[in-house]
């Protein structure tokens, strides 16, 4: 008997999830309501110009490459990815000026300081937030499944971690 199953929706979860089914053998069929894949990360065009409505950042390096691990792959013979300086640019209505985020914390402290005092350092204590909370996800949550409300209950081992990704190791 051949195993089957539907995703819904071509976003890069949707296309994750189709991704690992398909390598676990299983026949796949993805189902999306727009004209092409891709989910948020996508373009469209209106009066001549194409607006990119991606991510503008590529966040949690680690996690991609342990999909393409995953699948048996490896993430440089897909990706060619270049660093931009600065990483990202923001306009502002009738301003002609400019700003520019270079991922440098010094740098970045900066230019929020200079918009607004006191802004440097709640920006370096967003990014310490935001460094905790990827640590605590990717160490207790990213790689475990959780089949029942009891599972957030149970206490683990934090210097293990568990080779799942999702309810997909179990299929």
């Avoid at 065009?45 to 194409?50: I, L, P, S, Y």
């Avoid at 002609?96 to 006191?118: A, C, L, M, Q, R």
């Avoid at 499944?145 to 209950?153: I, K, L, M, S, W």
């Amino acid at each position: 008997m051949n195993k089957k199953v539907v995703v819904i929706g071509s976003g890069i979860g949707g296309l994750g999830a189709a991704g690992l089914f398909a390598k676990k053998g299983y026949e796949v069929t993805v189902l999306e309501k727009n004209s092409h894949p891709g989910g948020r990360a996508n373009t469209f065009e209106h009066d001549g110009f194409r607006f990119d409505t991606g991510p503008s950042w590529y966040l949690a390096p680690d996690l991609f490459e342990h999909y393409f691990k995953l699948l048996g792959e490896k993430i440089s013979d897909h990706l060619d990815l270049a660093r931009l300086e600065p990483s990202y640019r923001i306009f502002f209505k009738d301003d002609p000026e400019d700003v520019d985020i270079h991922s440098n914390i010094d740098v970045d402290s900066k230019t929020f300081e200079s918009i607004e005092p006191g802004a440097g350092d709640k920006l370096r204590a967003y990014l310490n937030q935001s460094e905790y909370q990827y640590q605590v996800a990717t160490q207790h949550f990213m790689y475990k499944n959780y089949d029942t409300v009891f599972d957030f209950f149970t206490k683990r081992d934090d210097d293990r971690r568990t080779e799942t990704l999702c309810l997909l190791e179990n299929a």
